[in-house]
């Protein structure tokens, strides 16, 4: 079977299997959830932007937001045969990409999208297995469907495997 490579924008998601690869490129505070069933080898990755779709006006977009991003990468897998229980949960992102004076909770979107998005995972009883998160730094992800690996490639700071 052919690798199919499934580029993933902001406030976007994908979902693939076997063979299949998720790419998300330029997560700074936005944070990439990757989500994978072992058992039938199916993984999805949602871009998420802001933490909670309750706290701003556009609506349309579900993918935008951690709490209902993951809600929808989960109903998305188990449309193709992936079940809830099974699924594990790798993280990427979240950076602080500027420096502000003050401590403003409204500014450390970085840090509120990575406590939104296991805020999200854990209502849904979805384990999170390893993450890249936080720092200062932007961030490429590839998540490889077959074994639910994840590399994440970073600005200045080097090549991981989570």
Do not use: W
């Not at 579900?62 to 990468?73: C, I, N």
């Not at 992800?141 to 080097?158: M, N, P, S």
């Amino acid at each position: 079977m052919k690798q199919a490579v499934l580029q993933v924008g902001m406030a976007q998601y994908a979902v693939g299997h076997a063979e299949d690869m998720l790419r998300t490129l330029g997560l700074g505070s936005c944070v990439g959830i990757c989500l994978h069933d072992p058992l039938l080898h199916i993984g999805g990755l949602v871009h998420i932007m802001l933490p909670e779709m309750a706290l701003y006006q556009d609506k349309a977009n579900e993918a935008k937001y951690a709490d209902t991003g993951v809600r929808l990468l989960v109903r998305e897998m188990e449309r193709i045969g992936a079940s809830s229980v099974r699924l594990r949960a790798k993280l990427a992102g979240g950076a602080q990409m500027f420096a502000f004076s003050g401590q403003s909770e409204v500014m450390r979107i970085g840090e509120r999208n990575v406590a939104a998005s296991h805020k999200a995972l854990q209502e849904l009883r979805i384990p999170v297995i390893a993450e890249h998160t936080g720092g200062n730094f932007g961030r490429t992800i590839e998540f490889f469907c077959k074994g639910g690996a994840l590399e994440v490639r970073t600005i200045g700071q080097g090549t991981f495997s989570i």
